[in-house]
């Protein structure tokens, strides 16, 4: 491949290059899996480094790491095991497993939140696959992360504001809800809290970057779009029940939890709040950029 088409690939290109290298040279028996089988698989991932190709070898020890590759020493089930493109890889469900084992829970949801939007793959595949070793250190961690995950989140920006909202101990919101007023359907919003007749919105830059007309920029097309929504409060079934209060945040920066609002009405008051706070965040694959939340 020539510098000037690999200078052009992002790091999810890049790793699947390494990791299509690395398997192809490793010895029979090797299955890529963790990071380097959810990036064949095409899941998304947040802040999770890519330097690495991941291998499982189904044997008891001998694992170790180098520059290029990590092998684990596992046991994997004949069923676990796939084909991507001709490389043995772990099955969704392993993958998702496997790094709801190991990574931190917030960025286990986004994987899991990605694969099960994306694939045919279930939290009951998944829970399976974790059954297989209960004596695992971080099962009880994975079984966490696997009960907040849900097929209905569709970005890493709406997979990282639940895992803010259960940092938060917010009441869970709705995810993906059709909205009406009187004239009939209104739009999707992202989250609804139908108690509180709050609308949540994550507007990602990734999210209206690619949809952006020439000369403008992604604010520029945020911006119109917040013009284009009602003036009014929308209702949250059909024009005839109570209306939201829509709430919108998007991405500058890391996300730092901090205390929030205690008290008999603390719910109403922590959820315009997060709004307010230093909690914005990059969808960026490394190192996120410190930002201040933006408020709608």
């Given at each position: 491949?020539?510098s000037?088409?690999l200078?052009r690939?992002?790091?999810?290109?890049?790793?699947?290059?390494?990791?299509?290298a690395?398997?192809?040279a490793?010895?029979?028996g090797?299955?890529?899996?963790?990071?380097?089988?959810?990036?064949?698989?095409?899941?998304?991932?947040?802040?999770?480094?890519l330097?690495?190709?991941?291998?499982?070898?189904n044997?008891?020890?001998?694992?170790?790491?180098?520059?290029?590759?990590?092998?684990?020493s596992?046991?994997?089930?004949?069923?676990e095991?796939?084909?991507?493109?001709?490389l043995?890889v772990?099955?969704p469900?392993?993958?998702?497993?496997d790094?709801?084992?190991?990574l931190t829970?917030?960025?286990?949801?986004v994987?899991g939140?990605?694969?099960?939007?994306?694939s045919?793959?279930?939290?009951d595949?998944?829970?399976?696959?974790?059954?297989?070793?209960?004596?695992?250190?971080?099962?009880?961690?994975?079984?966490?992360?696997?009960?907040?995950?849900?097929?209905?989140?569709e970005?890493?920006g709406e997979?990282?504001?639940?895992?803010?909202?259960?940092h938060?101990?917010?009441p869970?919101?709705?995810?993906q809800?059709?909205?009406?007023?009187?004239?009939?359907?209104?739009g999707?919003?992202d989250?609804?809290?139908?108690?509180?007749?709050?609308i949540?919105?994550?507007?990602g830059r990734?999210?209206?970057?690619?949809l952006?007309?020439?000369?403008?920029?992604?604010?520029?097309?945020?911006w119109?779009?917040?013009?284009?929504e009602?003036?009014?409060?929308l209702p949250?079934?059909?024009?005839?029940?109570?209306?939201?209060?829509?709430?919108h945040?998007?991405?500058?920066?890391?996300?730092r939890?901090?205390?929030?609002?205690?008290g008999?009405?603390?719910?109403?008051?922590?959820?315009p709040?997060?709004?307010?706070?230093n909690?914005?965040?990059s969808?960026?694959?490394?190192?996120?950029?410190?930002?201040?939340?933006?408020v709608?």
């Amino acid at each position: 491949m020539d510098s000037g088409h690999l200078s052009r690939l992002d790091a999810y290109g890049r790793h699947r290059l390494r990791a299509e290298a690395v398997a192809c040279a490793a010895s029979p028996g090797a299955t890529v899996s963790h990071v380097s089988a959810a990036v064949l698989h095409g899941f998304e991932l947040w802040n999770t480094p890519l330097d690495v190709v991941h291998l499982s070898r189904n044997r008891r020890g001998g694992g170790r790491k180098s520059a290029r590759r990590h092998v684990h020493s596992t046991w994997l089930a004949d069923n676990e095991i796939t084909e991507v493109d001709g490389l043995r890889v772990t099955t969704p469900a392993r993958t998702v497993a496997d790094l709801a084992r190991t990574l931190t829970f917030e960025q286990a949801l986004v994987v899991g939140n990605s694969a099960l939007h994306r694939s045919r793959l279930t939290k009951d595949a998944v829970a399976a696959s974790l059954a297989l070793s209960p004596n695992h250190p971080r099962h009880r961690h994975a079984l966490h992360a696997l009960t907040a995950m849900d097929s209905r989140i569709e970005s890493v920006g709406e997979s990282r504001s639940l895992a803010l909202f259960l940092h938060e101990h917010l009441p869970l919101p709705e995810p993906q809800v059709d909205i009406h007023d009187a004239r009939g359907f209104a739009g999707r919003v992202d989250f609804l809290w139908r108690e509180q007749r709050t609308i949540g919105e994550f507007d990602g830059r990734i999210k209206y970057g690619r949809l952006v007309p020439a000369g403008r920029s992604p604010e520029d097309a945020l911006w119109n779009e917040k013009l284009r929504e009602p003036t009014t409060d929308l209702p949250a079934r059909g024009g005839r029940g109570p209306t939201c209060r829509p709430r919108h945040w998007w991405q500058v920066g890391s996300w730092r939890p901090s205390r929030a609002a205690t008290g008999p009405s603390a719910t109403d008051r922590r959820l315009p709040q997060l709004e307010r706070r230093n909690a914005g965040w990059s969808e960026s694959e490394h190192l996120p950029v410190e930002g201040q939340l933006g408020v709608a």
